[in-house]
């Protein structure tokens, strides 16, 4: 029974400490915890409740017991007195899960979604018959001009255009396809323009009812095409609805309830255990669990409090408790493939590119062509059949479609591999990159450095100056300090006992040592500020930034006493990361704070040219923008917090392990922290760039041409047509051999 189910039973709610029933109106003490009113018997029990007790624990949810023959109640048993306060706090119950009404199983072909299967299969068989009407019209032309013969055709191109007219006004239609009036303009011009021909008995009338047959045929053709080459994506984003729209468990007054993932809102609760999927990008509150990071992921990762979850993930061992981020469209693997307002291959400059052709630049290139027939002295049939011939050969599915089948390809191949771009700019301006900044520590390095050399000078001992080290760092929360305590814990030195300590950012630590000298460790640059002489060491230094080490200087009393030197390893992939930019025309940059030498050996390592040493985090940003100056169109890939200097000034902003998390201003947000994905994602965005360029140039250039030839007499209307036929069927299997 719920706890609403216990107050309107017996008037009284269980004491929050120690269970014992308590009036609401008359409790000793109430106080608010995490927006729910707590109730208590007594100040000790008020003394005593901790509130982390409810949050922090993952609720169990029992499975409901079968049901059981009703029992009649004679009468309500009367509370008992509240027991005295306990030495221990009786456990709260765990909450419990409310189990839904079952649902009836839809009978097959009466359930909602049999509409969604029956007419893309009745629309495909008008397209069919459409294509058969016109290719039987085209074929009898072999029966010659008899009046017999061009009835029959006439009445078989009629029943193509029928065909192709009801599919267009009564199929479902993919808002990524052109407009009716687009594709039906030419067909039927030529249709009405061959039937004038036949009953004027123009002479031209065989010749025109050929041209509207083949014009019908082509546009039948074409659209059944686009759609299959389109049904790997609409099959891919179905599922994925499907996958992301699954049914979550709620956590309400410490009850388990069943919602739809569309119900859900952020700030709300959600508990996952074993098997089930996470429907929204939420952020772990308790619990650890061993998850597929996202949707098609292939690899398990561990998921602990702190962590996020991007909608799709699964759990496939333990339990999670979480708190939703983004729910419905707003989702990190909603935003551009099932938000009809945000899909990428709808809203993309390059995947609307086709359509501005089809719909916006062909009616102007088709009246420059009648007014060029025009000027030649074309009749009115032969001036009506160059006219839709043109349009017809400009305005063709494959034409519309084609940018926006790569765009919707690249989407789900970024998905795959856990890389979410915040909306259709964010992918069009990944795609005009120039230069991508990696922010070294943490990205293409491990960003775990461990202690390699130590080096004293003067009467000082290796382990007297790692000690000074450890005590200047103990405070310190980043990967440095942690490895240097690590490394002095492993040799058994205790730290020292330095005061005040003061943090230069990117540059090290001033403090005051135990025997009460002043003490500075850090950067070369952080000695010549304190006015410390470097000279005797810049050689020993020299070299051990050439292996790739970074170097913490240590001087004590204004002296230099000793050297410390760290080697970070390559992160896994960085080579890789590298060169899908390479591959692409992008140009590499590494942004550093270590020292110049150490970051050029690193860029050798890793076929880098261009270094930018020196720069601590804070001034990333201005480095970025120096780079923007000078032309580039710059990318960063870094993590944040700690990059968001440099990734707020790029024009491109990749953020690694970033994906479902409260932020939305990065460009590109990644689910996995594989630097390999960052550089993915600008090559992903390049490559489709210039496909589409390509396959657009192979579908647009033969109609185009074939249309000037025949605007001016070189050729007859069939041409047009013919050759965009050929030029988009070029580019489709241009499209299909890159897949």
Not at 22 to 32: G, K, M
Not at 203 to 213: D, E, F, P, Q, V
Request: aromatic residues 4%; neutral net charge.
């Amino acid at each position: 029974m719920s706890a609403a189910s216990v107050v309107r039973a017996t008037g009284t709610v269980p004491c929050a400490s120690c269970g014992a029933p308590v009036d609401p109106l008359r409790a000793e003490r109430v106080a608010l915890f995490g927006e729910r009113f707590r109730y208590f018997c007594s100040a000790a029990c008020r003394d005593r409740y901790d509130p982390h007790v409810m949050r922090t624990p993952i609720p169990h949810v029992r499975t409901p017991p079968e049901p059981r023959p009703p029992i009649e109640i004679v009468a309500p048993a009367l509370p008992e007195p509240a027991p005295p306060p306990r030495k221990e706090r009786e456990p709260v119950p765990e909450p419990r899960q409310t189990p839904p009404a079952p649902e009836p199983a839809p009978e097959p072909g009466s359930s909602a979604e049999a509409p969604a299967v029956e007419t893309p299969q009745i629309g495909s068989l008008l397209l069919v018959l459409s294509v058969l009407g016109g290719a039987f019209a085209i074929a009898l032309a072999l029966a010659g001009p008899s009046r017999a013969a061009l009835t029959a055709r006439l009445l078989l191109a009629v029943v193509a255009a029928g065909s192709l007219l009801a599919e267009s006004c009564l199929g479902e239609r993919d808002p990524t396809e052109q407009s009716r009036l687009s594709l039906l303009a030419a067909p039927l011009a030529a249709l009405l323009a061959s039937a004038a021909g036949f009953v004027t008995e123009h002479r031209s009338a065989s010749y025109a009812m050929t041209l509207a047959a083949l014009l019908i045929t082509i546009a039948s053709g074409s659209v059944l095409l686009v759609r299959r080459a389109r049904r790997a994506s609409d099959l891919e984003r179905a599922a994925m609805q499907r996958e992301l729209d699954v049914p979550s468990r709620r956590v309400i007054d410490d009850e388990l309830v069943q919602v739809a993932a569309s119900d859900l809102r952020p700030g709300e609760e959600l508990v996952i255990d074993a098997g089930e999927t996470c429907p929204v990008d939420a952020t772990v509150t308790a619990g650890t669990a061993l998850v597929l990071p996202w949707f098609g992921a292939s690899s398990r990762v561990e998921r602990r409090e702190g962590e996020l979850l991007v909608a799709g993930a699964q759990v496939v061992e333990g339990s999670l408790r979480v708190v939703v981020n983004w729910a419905g469209h707003d989702r990190a693997w909603a935003r551009l493939s099932t938000d009809p307002r945000r899909r990428a291959d709808l809203h993309t400059p390059l995947a609307r590119s086709g359509r501005l052709v089809v719909e916006r630049i062909a009616p102007f290139l088709t009246g420059a062509a009648l007014l060029a027939g025009l000027a030649t002295g074309l009749d009115w049939l032969e001036l009506a059949l160059l006219g839709a011939a043109v349009h017809a050969a400009l305005s063709g599915p494959l034409i519309s479609g084609l940018s926006g089948l790569l765009v919707a390809r690249a989407v789900f191949d970024g998905l795959r591999r856990g890389i979410a771009f915040r909306d259709a700019q964010a992918f069009e301006r990944a795609g005009k990159i120039s230069t991508l900044a990696f922010c070294a520590r943490g990205t293409l390095l491990l960003g775990e450095p461990e202690v390699a050399s130590i080096e004293a000078f003067g009467e000082h001992r290796a382990d007297e100056v790692l000690a000074l080290i450890a005590g200047a760092e103990g405070g310190g929360q980043n990967a440095v300090s942690t490895s240097i305590l690590r490394a002095a814990r492993a040799r058994g030195i205790r730290p020292d006992g330095v005061r005040s300590p003061i943090a230069e950012p990117g540059l090290g630590t001033t403090a005051v040592a135990s025997s009460g000298q002043q003490l500075i460790v850090g950067s070369r640059a952080l000695m010549l500020k304190e006015h410390v002489s470097v000279a005797a060491a810049e050689r020993r230094v020299g070299e051990l930034e050439a292996m790739g080490r970074m170097v913490l200087w240590v001087a004590l009393g204004g002296r230099l006493i000793g050297l410390l030197g760290l080697q970070d390893g390559l992160r896994p992939g960085a080579r890789a990361a590298v060169q899908h930019v390479l591959d692409v025309g992008v140009e590499p940059v590494l942004l550093s704070g270590d020292a110049r030498e150490t970051c050029e050996a690193l860029g050798r390592a890793l076929d880098v040219e261009h270094v930018r040493p020196e720069i601590p985090p804070n001034e990333r940003g201005d480095e970025i923008r120096r780079l923007t100056d000078g032309g580039a169109v710059t990318a960063v890939a870094g993590h944040s917090p700690g990059d968001d200097v440099a990734l707020a000034a790029a024009n491109v902003s990749i953020a690694l392990a970033s994906a479902g998390s409260t932020s939305s201003e990065w460009s590109v947000q990644l689910a996995s922290d594989d630097v390999r994905d960052a550089a993915y994602a600008i090559r992903l965005a390049h490559d489709t760039r210039r496909e589409a360029r390509l396959s657009s140039l192979l579908a647009i250039a033969p109609p185009a041409l074939a249309g000037v030839m025949a605007a001016v007499g070189l050729a007859g209307p069939l041409l047009p047509p013919l050759a965009a036929m050929l030029g988009g069927f070029g580019a489709l299997l241009r499209i299909r051999s890159q897949a």
